[in-house]
């Protein structure tokens, strides 16, 4: 459900988003979604509670490799980064950055078997909480091997159809994803400051295809 979400996220962000239309989008390719400091909820996993209070460190990341069609003849194809970050200041729980960027300007490696990844990004984005421009790197590797029994993780099937609502639009997703539950860890910086580490945390490799309806509610 986070990488539907995002991908939803990721169309209407992407230069050639239609916002102000209906339309129909596939999106076809490879997408490694990761979480950190906020509880990723793994397929027949009770959804969790929340917390007194936010993170330190919540980071949410989803770049794709693939191409994105939609029924006006736009197609963008190539490898796009989401990523959300949102550090708190530990005494006071306030937040002190609030980043919403996505990028094009990345590398970002899949096996063939989906058995690992590796992600390193510069993205551009925009902070809430002192409303300018940001910058930040990022670099990520995955692995579906369990560390500690050495075990590749299997490979999951799913076909999915939700119908979520935002920003004044319904949209209807169609997902079939082959899928292996992995690990993320790496490092993330905002230029100019020191670096962060993402230490493991539960993610996703995936090869998907995404079937997006957009309906514009009516008058």
Request: no cysteine; aromatic share 8%.
């Amino acid at each position: 459900m986070l990488a539907a979400l995002l991908i939803g996220m990721m169309i209407f962000t992407s230069p050639m988003s239609a916002a102000s239309s209906s339309q129909i989008t596939q999106f076809n390719g490879l997408i490694s979604p990761a979480a950190w400091g906020a509880p990723f909820q793994l397929p027949g996993s009770p959804p969790p509670g929340p917390g007194p209070f936010p993170p330190p460190l919540l980071v949410v990341l989803l770049p794709s490799d693939g191409r994105i069609m939609t029924t006006q003849g736009s197609v963008q194809q190539g490898i796009f980064v989401m990523l959300l970050v949102l550090m708190t200041d530990p005494v006071t729980h306030m937040p002190t950055l609030s980043f919403v960027g996505n990028s094009t300007m990345a590398n970002f490696q899949v096996d063939a078997r989906l058995t690992s990844a590796s992600l390193s990004a510069t993205v551009q984005g925009f902070d809430l909480v002192s409303f300018s421009p940001k910058t930040v790197t990022i670099s990520v590797s995955w692995t579906a091997i369990d560390p500690l029994t050495g075990v590749l993780s299997p490979i999951t099937r799913t076909t999915m159809e939700n119908r979520v609502q935002f920003g004044g639009f319904s949209l209807f997703l169609h997902i079939f994803s082959q899928m292996r539950l992995a690990t993320a860890s790496g490092t993330l910086a905002v230029v100019g400051e020191p670096m962060i580490p993402l230490p493991p945390a539960p993610a996703a490799i995936a090869r998907a295809d995404f079937g997006i309806i957009t309906r514009t509610p009516l008058a």
